[in-house]
Structure formats: C-alpha cells, structure tokens
C-alpha cells in the first residue's frame, strides 16, 4: 500500500519536471527569438528583410529536420544565389546549442508547425 502510494508519488513528480522543462524551454525560445532573430525573422517569422526566408507555415522550412536546421543555426547559412546569409548563432556567439534547441521548439509552436 505505502508502497505503491510512493511510486505514484515519483511518477506524478516525475510527469510535472517534465512538464515544466518543456514550459521553460518554451520561455527561453521566446526570449532568445525576441533578443535576437527577431531583427531578421520578423515577431511572425516571415521575414523582415530581403534574403530572409519565410519561415512560417507546416509544409515551410521548419518542417525541416531538426539536427539539419541546428547545424545550419550553428554555423550559418547561405544559400546558393540568396543576397544574405544566416549568421552562426543568429550572430549572438553567446547562444548555446541548448538555447538554439530551445528557439527552434518556440518558432515550430509559434509559426505552427507541428513539433
Ligand atoms: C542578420 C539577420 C539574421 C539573424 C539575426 C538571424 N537570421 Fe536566421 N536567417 C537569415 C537569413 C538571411 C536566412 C536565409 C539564408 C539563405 O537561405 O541563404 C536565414 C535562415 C534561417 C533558417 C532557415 C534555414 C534553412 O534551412 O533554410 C532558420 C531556421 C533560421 N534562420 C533561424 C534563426 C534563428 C533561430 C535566429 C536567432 C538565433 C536567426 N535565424 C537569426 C538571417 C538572420
């Protein structure tokens, strides 16, 4: 009985630490998006400026996966023939990957596309 009590107890634990990595997660997308890709990207995702892409909708770049998308926020980007490059860490050397983790979880929420 005590027993079984405990476990329930762990896993109910368990379920709400999870719950609020992903809420903080989502908190530290928005503020990384809104400290930094936002001069680029735009607060809807579609882009502020020539040569950056139109992030938004399900079948967009995001649905991209996500080790490619990592890689390219990481080191920068440019595609072939596009007048401006993505710059490594959105220009902001100080992002960790984890942050980037953490905005590419905001922008898939926020710009819908499924996580
Ligand atoms: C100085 C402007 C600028 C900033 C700041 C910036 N980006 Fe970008 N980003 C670009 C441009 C330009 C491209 C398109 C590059 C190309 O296709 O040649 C791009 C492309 C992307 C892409 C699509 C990559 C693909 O597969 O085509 C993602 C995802 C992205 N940026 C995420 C971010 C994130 C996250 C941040 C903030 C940490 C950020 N960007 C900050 C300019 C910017």
Do not use: W
């Not at 882009?47 to 399900?58: C, Q, R």
């Amino acid at each position: 009985m005590t027993g079984t009590r405990l476990i329930m107890l762990a896993v109910m634990g368990l379920a709400y630490a999870s719950l609020s990595v992903a809420a903080n997660d989502l908190a530290r997308g928005a503020e990384v998006f809104n400290g930094t890709c936002i001069a680029c990207h735009g607060s809807d995702g579609s882009g502020n400026l020539p040569g950056v892409p139109d992030l938004t909708g399900s079948k967009g770049l995001l649905s991209t996966k996500d080790a490619v998308l990592l890689k390219r926020m990481v080191d920068g980007f440019q595609s072939p023939g596009s007048p401006m490059a993505m710059p490594p860490r959105g220009g902001d050397p100080g992002l960790t990957d984890a942050d980037l983790k953490a905005v590419l979880k905001y922008m898939r929420k926020e710009f819908k596309i499924a996580p």
